[in-house]
């Protein structure tokens, strides 16, 4: 492996010269482009193949940056910076004049974290100015936990830091911080590692006035489509524990062909032809371990070219916070559920 000073270095070196990097995080590779570089940020939309209403992540490595592209830095959103950065939580704030709109999506807000991997922190910390970042994969397609991912997607058309897979291994939870005078609204829009209870255990602690918005305001919201994350191999969710194989692939060979192409401008990942050849997913019993090993495991499936790929949706996967995030990245993935 490149030594990290040379990947910095060499990545820092691109970044100026209005490129982009794909960089590790400790939740999945993100796409990084200098958030004062529009040249650089519409590369990130094109590589991506990405539509302009999906916003994207400003990546710090202080929260004093991360204060300077906010338009106010609410008591609420200090605190909850100080419990959870760095580390998998964005923060959704009054955006500053200065954010380019190609960021925000043209939006009022604007997501901001500051990522725990040190890759990370060296790079945007040398850069200087913080790094819009996307995940590294193709629009609407799985994300990609390792070096090898992102050349997956994009073969040698851009510069990939080299690093192990995220700790996490999902993507970060986005959580909307509204605010009238001193009562906040907080909303989940996106389930991570960090928990709506890791979320209020940390307010719990302190005086604040503040109610949970559980229905996602889709103005708020862009980006959140129904369907995400999709392997090159359709994905079914089978919640009948007891399915047979031969019931299983009959049904499947019924349902799949009358999907839709495309739903919200996603690309929907249907079957080349009739289903013979089903693998399973099986993931590990722990949800963090699952969610470590979610992407990889949808990516190397999926490169044993099945017909059909089917998760087994089991009764412990319910009534958990964190298999919830994992799940739902699941369903997003998936071409089908079955009930
Ligand atoms: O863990 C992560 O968050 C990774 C790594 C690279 O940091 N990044 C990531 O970015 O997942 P991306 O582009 O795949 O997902 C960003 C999502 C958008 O689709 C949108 O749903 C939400 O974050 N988002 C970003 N800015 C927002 C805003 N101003 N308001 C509402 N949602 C926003
Ligand atoms: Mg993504």
């Known amino acids: 492996m490149v030594r990290p000073f040379s990947q910095i270095q060499k990545a820092v070196q691109l970044l100026n010269k209005n490129e982009i990097v794909a960089f590790p995080t400790e939740t999945v590779y993100g796409l990084g ?8 940020l519409k590369k990130i939309f094109s590589t991506k193949e990405r539509p302009f209403f999906d916003p994207l992540i400003v ?69 200087g100015v913080p790094l819009a970042a996307p995940s590294a994969n193709k629009f609407g397609r799985t994300s990609p936990t390792s070096a090898d991912h992102v050349r997956d997607e994009f073969k040698d058309s851009i510069y990939i830091m080299e690093d192990d897979a995220g700790e ?12 009238d005078l001193n009562n906040y609204s907080l909303c989940v829009l996106r389930k991570g590692a960090i928990l709506k209870s890791d979320i209020e255990k940390a307010l719990s602690r302190v005086n604040f006035s503040y109610i949970w918005e559980d229905k996602v305001d889709p103005k708020h919201s862009p980006g959140h489509m129904k369907h995400h994350y999709m ?47 089903i693998e399973f997913l099986k993931l590990p019993d722990t949800p963090e371990q699952a969610a470590r090993e979610l992407y990889s495991q949808l990516r190397s499936v999926s490169q044993r070219k099945p017909d059909a790929i089917c998760f087994i949706q089991m009764p412990y996967h319910s009534g958990n916070e964190m298999w919830e995030s994992v799940l739902d990245r699941l369903y997003k993935a998936a071409t089908l559920i079955l009930d």
């Not at 923060?91 to 190609?102: Q, T």
């Not at 996490?168 to 605010?179: A, D, H, K, N, P």
């Not at 047979?244 to 401008?265: A, C």
Request: hydrophobic share 40%; charged share 25%; glycine share 4%.
């Open 33 to 40: 482009a200098r958030i004062d570089s529009e040249q650089a």
């Open 59 to 127: 990546h710090v490595s202080s929260e004093e940056q991360a204060k300077s592209c906010a338009a106010e830095w609410s008591e609420l959103v200090h605190y909850l910076a100080v419990s959870f950065w760095p580390g998998p939580l964005t923060l959704v704030v009054p955006k500053a004049k200065s954010i380019s709109d190609l960021i925000t999506s043209g939006l009022e807000t604007v997501g901001v974290r500051w990522p725990k991997h040190y890759l990370a922190q060296e790079l945007i910390r040398s850069v």
């Open 168 to 179: 996490v291994g999902i993507e970060s939870t986005v959580l909307y911080v509204g605010r």
């Open 231 to 277: 392997p090159s191999v359709p994905l079914v969710i089978c919640k009948d524990t007891k399915m047979k194989l031969s019931v299983l692939s009959t049904t499947l060979n019924e349902k799949l062909m009358n999907i839709p192409d495309e739903i919200e401008s996603v690309k929907i990942i249907k079957p080349v032809g009739e289903i013979r050849k």
